[in-house]
Nanobody, 126 residues
Framework: QVQLVESGGGSVQAGGSLRLSCAAS????????MGWFRQAPGKKREGVAA????????NYADSVKSRFTISHDNAENTVYLQMNSLKPEDTAMYYC???????????????????WGQGTQVTVSE
């Protein structure tokens, strides 16, 4: 059974940092895409960052470029999201997701992902 378990969320003041982790288990994909998405109350779920597990190529939403970094530990099958210079508008529930296929045209489109974690809350105060 495929499982994605996020951790690392919390509350932080603007300008602070958080590191999210997503431990994946129950599957053996080696050429798939893993991503981080977020959803604030009343808003649509949006793609934040994605990484190709095979190549390490990454893709970021414009709103987080130069502030967030996605990475993947192949040995641990864990994906990370390092978030620096956090802003109040980054406040949301953050979800980890995985595809069974290469990133291709999927990257930050949530419709391309078929496995989701339960989410971890990130709250950034002024």
């Amino acid at each position: 059974q495929v499982q994605l378990v996020e951790s690392g969320g919390g509350s932080v003041q603007a300008g602070g940092s958080l590191r999210l982790s997503c431990a994946a288990s129950g599957y053996t994909y080696h050429n798939n895409c893993m991503g981080w998405f977020r959803q604030a109350p009343g808003k649509k779920r949006e793609g934040v960052a994605a990484i190709s597990v095979a190549s390490g190529s990454t893709n970021y939403a414009d709103s987080v470029k130069s502030r967030f970094t996605i990475s993947h530990d192949n040995a641990e099958n864990t994906v990370y999201l390092q978030m620096n210079s956090l802003k109040p508008e980054d406040t949301a529930m953050y979800y980890c997701a995985a595809t069974p296929w290469p990133c291709g045209g999927t990257w930050l489109d949530p419709r391309g992902y078929n496995r989701w974690g339960q989410g971890t809350q990130v709250t950034v105060s002024e």
